[in-house]
């Protein structure tokens, strides 16, 4: 059994000793060190190198963002393959703080109020270098960065642009744009929807379904439905 190092970053002892009390009942999770200010944070990370870090947005003396957005590019400029995942965990839902952390690096993002279980499977599946990402924040952020539809514009396909990626990414969403369609499964994705709830929900069959989840992972370069909330996160989705 591979057991997941975790190195905590929380400045309110109580918050943080209640993380660290619920993770060590996970007998393959070892909490390899503990911070309360970012700069400690960082010392930590770089010391122990863990494979999660767990970060607070509101740390005392950087945010937890910052924090993030410094590691992360400290460990771009090295050549080692063992990365450290860094996953948020906050009280705070606010569209603009959730992009920023994505923005910054971070691979997950979990909220505080999280139940047992949900936490467990944050700290795993970001050690095993997947993104996870709270579902109420995902419900939250795309519903929120949703543009009016511009009643100016009439675009000869019915399409939806993803901006703010990578250059390669960017050409490959204008040449292979999201339909309106799979945009609705993408949204019923993110609030976790099975394919058979898709498909009832949008009076479609299972197998369309299917084939829309398919290209949407496909157009967002994602591996799972977790990473495609990610990816559309980081990107931005506008009408």
């Known amino acids: 059994m591979n057991v997941i190092r975790v190195a905590l970053i929380e400045d309110h002892d109580?918050?943080?000793?209640?993380?660290?009390?619920?993770?060590?009942?996970?007998?393959?999770?070892?909490?390899?060190?503990?911070?309360?200010?970012?700069?400690?944070?960082?010392?930590?990370?770089?010391?122990?190198?863990?494979?999660?870090?767990?970060?607070?947005?509101?740390?005392?003396d950087m945010t937890g963002i910052e924090l993030t957005q410094r590691f992360k590019k400290s460990q771009a400029a090295e050549e080692s393959a063992s990365k450290t995942g860094v996953l948020i965990m906050t009280m705070q839902d606010d569209e603009s703080v959730v992009l920023a952390a994505f923005a910054a690096g971070a691979d997950s993002y979990c909220m505080k109020d999280t139940s047992f279980n949900r936490l467990s499977e944050a700290v795993k599946t970001t050690a095993e270098g997947n993104a996870w990402i709270d579902p109420a924040i995902a419900r939250i952020v795309l519903h929120q960065v949703q543009a009016p539809p511009d009643q100016t514009a009439a675009p000869a396909s019915s399409t939806i642009n993803i901006n703010r990626l990578s250059d390669e990414d960017n050409e490959m969403m204008l040449t292979y744009p999201l339909t309106e369609r799979e945009l609705e499964v993408?949204?019923?994705?993110?609030?976790?929807?099975?394919?058979?709830?898709?498909?009832?929900?949008?009076?479609?069959?299972?197998?369309?379904?299917?084939?829309?989840?398919?290209?949407?992972?496909?157009?967002?370069?994602?591996d799972d439905r977790t990473q495609v909330a990610v990816r559309a996160l980081r990107a931005g989705l506008v009408q």
């Open 14 to 60: 109580l918050t943080r000793f209640g993380i660290r009390a619920i993770l060590q009942q996970q007998p393959d999770i070892e909490i390899v060190g503990e911070a309360r200010d970012a700069k400690s944070g960082l010392k930590l990370l770089e010391s122990t190198r863990p494979d999660v870090a767990i970060v607070d947005v509101g740390l005392p």
């Open 186 to 222: 993408l949204r019923l994705i993110v609030d976790g929807c099975s394919n058979a709830q898709i498909a009832e929900k949008l009076y479609i069959t299972v197998g369309t379904v299917k084939t829309h989840v398919r290209n949407i992972l496909n157009k967002l370069c994602a």
